[in-house]
């Protein structure tokens, strides 16, 4: 069983693993369709790979015919998606190149000619979830076709969204924490990451305090902004029934009014 937590990935594997004949497809539809209804979580599909034999137009078997397999980048994208799931399954300290490998169903060969090691593959699967994150932020921070207060409920949504905020996204990040202990490469990548998005974060800041035409520090704003939303989605995710999602927002926002509220009436 394979675990993609990018749905594009799956889509491509889909497609170019059914022309080989080795997936079958109903069984990736169902995938789709349990995402799509939060069957599966973690932006998570399963799919079921077999070891099918390409088949002539008839459905027989080619004889003596060498099966394709999939490219090296594909290859190496399925190795960081299943570096990734096997934290959220494992966790820090029961995932290593073993386990990884044997949930992928490749040899651990194959994993150290894509990357030097288990350090190397988790910080190279920690950068891909990053800047998934990052682009999915700044798409909303970094737009213009909505106003800033609009924008700023849907980065609210966006945390609090059942792709976002679930076991196994909290099972993956806290794995890759873990490991920064001991990695300074990891470690380094966790700051960098806090940096840029405080810095999507400080962009819509900034559009926020013109619309709203009050004096505040966008830095220190944002950089509070984040931490409270970091914290709220932390207990979201470690305690999903305790809070209901949609309150959870609005009290988020509601403490934002507060704030600039009392901003906008604060002596200059």
């Known amino acids: 069983m394979l675990l993609f937590a990018d749905s594009t990935v799956l889509l491509k594997t889909i497609v170019h693993s059914y022309s080989l004949r080795q997936v079958k497809l109903y069984e990736c539809t169902i995938g789709i369709f349990n995402q799509r209804d939060n069957g599966l979580h973690f932006q998570t599909a399963a799919v079921q790979i077999y070891n099918y034999p390409e088949t002539g137009r008839d459905g027989s078997a080619v004889a003596n015919q060498k099966r394709q397999r999939l490219n090296p980048e594909d290859r190496r994208r399925l190795m960081l998606q299943g570096a990734r799931a096997s934290l959220a399954k494992y966790g820090a300290q029961g995932t290593g190149v073993r386990e990884i490998c044997k949930d992928l169903g490749v040899s651990p060969g194959l994993l150290t000619h894509y990357f030097d090691g288990k350090d190397s593959l988790f910080l190279a699967a920690y ?6 994150y990052l682009s999915e932020v700044r798409a909303i921070t970094g737009g213009t076709r909505l106003s800033a207060e609009e924008r700023l409920k849907q980065l609210f949504q966006l945390y609090f969204s059942d792709e976002w905020s679930n076991g196994g996204v909290i099972g993956t990040y806290t794995g890759f924490w873990s490991l920064s202990q001991t990695n300074p ?4 990548a966790f700051e960098e990451t806090f940096q840029e998005q405080r810095s999507a974060f400080e962009l ?3 559009s926020l305090i013109e619309e709203r035409g009050i004096t505040v520090d966008s830095e220190t704003f944002a950089t509070f902004l984040l931490v409270f939303l970091e914290g709220v989605w932390f207990e979201s995710c470690l305690n999903p029934k305790a809070v209901d999602k949609a309150r959870i927002q609005a009290f988020c926002w509601d403490w934002l009014e507060c704030y600039l509220a009392a901003k906008s009436t604060a002596p200059a």
């Open 127 to 132: 950068h891909d979830m990053a800047q998934q």
């Open 204 to 206: 819509l800041i900034k």
């Open 185 to 188: 490469e990891l470690k380094s």
